[in-house]
């Protein structure tokens, strides 16, 4: 960082890699045939670096863990609004590890992973609203 760089918090650089994911989830969905197990990878990806964005924000400490029921739950003990996120959040939880490696049951078609990336897009959104981000 230069003297000129004003320092950065924590949450800005989570909320900054969080909006690069579904990016990069829909780029992979474009591809023929679509790469539907990464994009729904970066679709998890995103929601759970925007979440640990509002806990950092709220200087509070950020779990090294996938786990994205956990980290709603941790957010709903600051803002209860986040327990309307709890059944999406788990139904996102097979795409942090399983989407990833061959030997595991994980099946995902097209519709399904987009899904997902909309899905993720939803409560990125939403997080981000309740930080006062666009």
């Known amino acids: 960082m230069s003297e000129t760089d ?3 918090e924590p949450a800005d650089e989570w909320f900054e890699y969080s909006a690069k994911d579904p990016r990069a989830a829909e780029v992979l969905l474009a591809q023929d045939p679509p790469l539907v197990e990464s994009a729904c990878f970066h679709a998890q990806q ?13 200087s509070q400490p950020v779990q090294k863990t996938h786990d994205l029921v956990a980290l709603v739950r941790d957010c709903a003990q600051i803002d209860p609004e986040f327990r309307t996120l709890a059944q ?9 590890v399983e989407a990833r490696y061959p030997d595991t049951p994980f099946s995902v078609t097209p519709h399904e ?18 930080v006062g981000r666009k």
């Open 6 to 8: 004003e320092p950065r």
């Open 113 to 130: 992973a987009s899904v997902a990336v909309h899905t993720a897009d939803g409560i990125v959104r939403f997080v981000r609203l309740r």
């Open 46 to 58: 995103a929601v759970e670096k925007a979440l640990k964005g509002y806990l950092a924000s709220r």
């Open 88 to 96: 999406l959040a788990s139904g996102m939880a097979d795409y942090a």
